[in-house]
């Protein structure tokens, strides 16, 4: 998505991370994706290519410009990271998983948190940070999980319509549709 909203030509290299290569892990020594060779360096981990690219790529700024903001925008991306992504994923494949009925609700009160959370600081706001900033980013990879699982019944999106809207509007972005 950053990529895309800064306009940088790039390219794909798709990776079967079930019969991880030779030369990917020359690129990827952790076999992570996404990876970022840059000038013989490997970059991964999608915040941390995600902020690279926008400290290397002027416009359009992914982060605001003083300290705080920026410093509250990592905690969202981490949020995103530690809390958000894992919630979602514990509630869509816990029973593939074999987790137990207390282990699954334990999970969607998880999810239901970190949903009032997000609710919460998207209050009067389209985008997390008010602005369109590599927090939303860091978020949107999760985002057709989310609408999985509202489509089962087991996410009541509705109960966040704060939620609901900034979903919409990140999903409306050019560099939304052209990424997944």
């Known amino acids: 998505m950053v990529l895309h909203e800064k ?11 079930s019969n991880k290569s030779e030369e990917f892990l020359k690129v990827s020594p952790y076999g992570k994706v996404p990876v970022l060779w840059v000038n013989g360096t490997s970059l991964y981990e999608s915040n941390i290519v995600n902020e690279y690219l926008d400290e290397v790529y002027d416009s359009p700024r992914l982060m605001p410009e003083n300290p705080e903001g920026r410093a509250l925008v990592r905690s969202w991306m981490a949020f995103a990271d530690d809390y958000f992504f894992p919630s979602i ?7 593939q998983r074999g987790y137990s009925e207390d282990e699954m609700q334990e999970a969607k009160e998880k999810l239901y948190d970190a949903l009032s959370r997000l609710e919460h600081q998207l209050e009067g706001r389209e985008f997390l940070m008010g602005e369109y900033t590599l927090a939303d980013i860091a978020h949107a990879g999760n ?3 989310l ?29 939304y549709k052209a990424s997944v």
């Open 7 to 17: 306009g940088i030509d790039f390219e794909v290299h798709e990776v079967d991370l």
């Open 89 to 95: 994923f514990r509630v869509r494949m816990g029973l």
């Open 143 to 145: 985002f057709h999980r």
């Open 147 to 175: 609408r999985v699982l509202n489509k089962s019944g087991e996410v009541p999106l509705h109960k966040y319509p704060n939620v609901m809207a900034w979903i919409e509007q990140v999903e409306d972005r050019e560099s």
